[in-house]
């Protein structure tokens, strides 16, 4: 739209430069061929009248006239008649027939379009006999002719041309950095709505517009800052219903799990302990789900700032405690990497455990019998990353593209599904700590999750 406006703008003074600029040069490039000629034709009339005397000294005054004429004028005179015989015959020249014949004079421009090289005047010379009105009346005895270069007034010509089009470029140039500067002014509150627009469509509810410019804008963002005033409390109401559903349904289903150990323990039958351990297992991966909503709405709220942490012993201890259930399936877990400086990133205090046991998890979820989790810390300029890399089946494209959906529920070797949250608590908590985290295939099959943290400006000790 800017642009729109400047090239609106810088068009609309083209215009009127034009319409003010051409006339103007039209006229001034009129006035000198007029001015020119009329200076021509005054000599040639007055070398006229000393041609019409006929007498020695009239002669020799037109001669030194032509000389001087020739020496400081970029013209010539020619003489026909008593004094001299320098022009061609009539015959053979139209303008100098016309002249000595007619008695008319002509003007001759040598081209229809604004001049040609030379300008030609041909002027006819009378006897010195005078009528009673002044004005001389005798017959034609001659006629002279002025000669007169154009490229003096070619050059005065371009003067006046080039110095006009130089002034429209330079006032084209001020109009474009003024068309700027007011589209820019002009759009700013259409700038300012779009850059709210933009953080509302990354998910910060909190954004808002300034009411600035016109009237339309201010009612425009006042608008819009209502709906999102709206929509931030109403998401804000949903995410406390979550989080308090999700702390009150704990409870609960710690007391029904504790309650199905206890009839477990108590009956011999097989299959009421078949039943009860399915309904425990029903039980165990409802409470999966209802953490992890409490983690995700936890995460939601922002609750807590991100600060300088240890990366590399939140994974080693997260390691430590995932190490036992990998050693009961035979699964190994190995640390690789740099860790020089023990470098530190910028995460929200338990952002990573949860992360890491999320990740963990779903590994050894997909990781088969003997298989290897393999979890590498590298930093990497301004960023550390993290990556682990399993040996499983790992996923289609399809199944990345959607593995960081809230519900969506991947199945693993074992053949059981999770409570589809663990990726998206993930890329929730990440995305919240400034890092970006994707999926990808292994070298040698497997998923891989990469997890690009903010590397802290602190070294670690």
């Given at each position: 739209m800017i642009r729109q406006l400047i090239r609106s703008y810088v068009l609309l003074v083209a215009v009127a430069i034009a319409?003010?600029?051409?006339?103007?040069?039209?006229?001034?490039?009129?006035?000198?061929?007029?001015?020119?000629?009329?200076?021509?034709?005054?000599?040639?009339?007055?070398?006229?009248l000393l041609l019409g005397n006929g007498n020695a000294s009239s002669c020799a005054a037109l001669d030194e006239m032509a000389r001087a004429y020739a020496g400081q004028t970029p013209g010539t005179v020619e003489v026909s008649g008593r004094c001299a015989t320098r022009l061609p015959r009539p015959e053979q020249d139209a303008a100098l027939?016309?002249?000595?014949?007619?008695?008319?004079?002509?003007?001759?421009?040598?081209s229809s379009f604004i001049w040609g090289p030379e300008l030609k005047i041909t002027v006819p010379a009378r006897s010195s006999a005078v009528d009673l009105d002044g004005r001389n009346r005798g017959p034609v005895v001659g006629a002279v002719r002025i000669v007169y270069s154009t490229e003096d007034m070619t050059g005065r010509l371009w003067q006046i041309w080039v110095f006009r089009a130089g002034l429209a470029?330079?006032?084209?140039?001020?109009?474009?950095?003024?068309?700027?500067?007011?589209?820019?002014?002009?759009?700013?509150?259409?700038?300012?709505?779009?850059?709210?627009?933009s953080r509302f469509s990354d998910g910060d509810l909190t954004a808002r517009s300034p009411v600035t410019g016109p009237p339309e804008t201010q009612t425009l963002a006042r608008t819009l800052n209502q709906g999102a005033e709206r929509l931030d409390t109403l998401v804000a109401s949903q995410r406390i219903f979550v989080a308090d559903a999700s702390h009150q349904l704990r409870t609960p289903?710690?007391?029904?799990?504790?309650?199905?150990?206890?009839?477990?323990?108590?009956?011999?039958?097989?299959?009421?302990?078949?039943?009860?351990?399915?309904?425990?297992?029903?039980?165990?991966?409802?409470?999966?789900?209802?953490?992890?909503?409490?983690?995700?709405?936890?995460?939601?709220?922002?609750?807590?700032?991100?600060?300088p942490l240890p990366l590399w012993d939140i994974?080693?201890?997260?390691?430590?405690?995932?190490?036992?259930?990998?050693d009961e399936?035979?699964?190994?877990?190995?640390?690789?990497?740099?860790?020089?400086?023990?470098?530190?990133?910028?995460?929200?205090?338990?952002?990573?455990?949860?992360?890491?046991?999320?990740?963990?998890?779903?590994?050894?979820e997909v990781s088969p019998d003997g298989g290897t989790i393999t979890v590498e810390v590298e930093?990497?300029?301004?960023?550390?990353?993290?990556?682990?890399?399993?040996?499983?089946p790992g996923m289609s494209d399809t199944d990345k593209s959607r593995a960081f959906d809230r519900f969506w529920r991947g199945r693993g070797l074992t053949g059981k599904t999770g409570s589809g949250l663990g990726l998206a608590v993930v890329k929730q908590l990440v995305t919240d700590d400034g890092g970006t985290v994707t999926l990808g295939d292994g070298p040698e099959g497997g998923l891989k999750v990469t997890i690009s943290l903010r590397a802290s400006s602190r070294s670690g000790g």
């Open positions: 319409l003010f600029t051409v006339p103007v040069a039209f006229t001034l490039t009129d006035q000198l061929r007029g001015d020119t000629a009329d200076s021509v034709r005054r000599e040639a009339d007055t070398m006229a027939a016309k002249a000595l014949q007619k008695g008319e004079p002509t003007t001759d421009w040598g470029v330079v006032v084209l140039a001020v109009a474009a950095v003024i068309g700027a500067a007011a589209a820019r002014r002009i759009t700013r509150p259409l700038r300012q709505l779009n850059d709210m627009a289903l710690t007391a029904l799990r504790l309650s199905l150990d206890n009839i477990a323990d108590g009956v011999d039958d097989d299959f009421v302990k078949e039943d009860v351990e399915q309904a425990t297992a029903e039980v165990v991966r409802i409470s999966r789900l209802v953490n992890g909503l409490l983690v995700l709405a936890r995460a939601e709220a922002k609750v807590t700032a991100a600060e994974v080693r201890e997260r390691l430590d405690v995932w190490r036992p259930a990998a399936r035979g699964v190994s877990i190995t640390l690789g990497g740099s860790a020089d400086g023990r470098p530190l990133v910028l995460t929200s205090p338990g952002h990573m455990d949860q992360v890491l046991d999320n990740v963990l998890s779903n590994a050894l930093p990497k300029g301004d960023e550390v990353v993290l990556s682990v890399l399993d040996e499983g």
